[in-house]
Nanobody, 114 residues
Framework: QVQLVESGGDLVQPGGSLTLSCVAS????????MAWYRQAPGKQRDLITT???????NYAESVKGRFTISRDDAKKTVYLQMNSLRPEDTAVYYC????????WGQGTQVTVSS
């Protein structure tokens, strides 16, 4: 059973930064393209960024230029560096494969508010 454990969420002021982490277990991590998703209250869970096995990345327009995804295959971990945070970035953040292959973890709450 694959486990995804996200961490790093917090309450942060607008313009601030956070780094999220997601550790995966029981998979050959390096074989999977990974992604970060987010779900705001009352909204669907949206894909915001992906990173493939070669380290190539893609970003949703809403986060492009502000967020950076990276991976450490030795640690089976994918990261999300978030800068210039806005109130509209408030959501629960999840990681998964790029095609949502695995069971979802508990997510990590990011709240952007003054």
């Amino acid at each position: 059973q694959v486990q995804l454990v996200e961490s790093g969420g917090d309450l942060v002021q607008p313009g601030g930064s956070l780094t999220l982490s997601c550790v995966a277990s029981e998979i050959v991590f390096k074989e999977y393209a990974m992604a970060w998703y987010r779900q705001a209250p009352g909204k669907q869970r949206d894909l915001i960024t992906t990173i493939n096995t070669l380290g190539m990345t893609n970003y949703a327009e809403s986060v492009k230029g502000r967020f950076t995804i990276s991976r450490d295959d030795a640690k089976k971990t994918v990261y999300l560096q978030m800068n210039s945070l806005r109130p509209e970035d408030t959501a629960v953040y999840y990681c998964n494969s790029h095609n949502r292959k695995f069971s979802w973890g508990q997510g990590t709450q990011v709240t952007v508010s003054s």
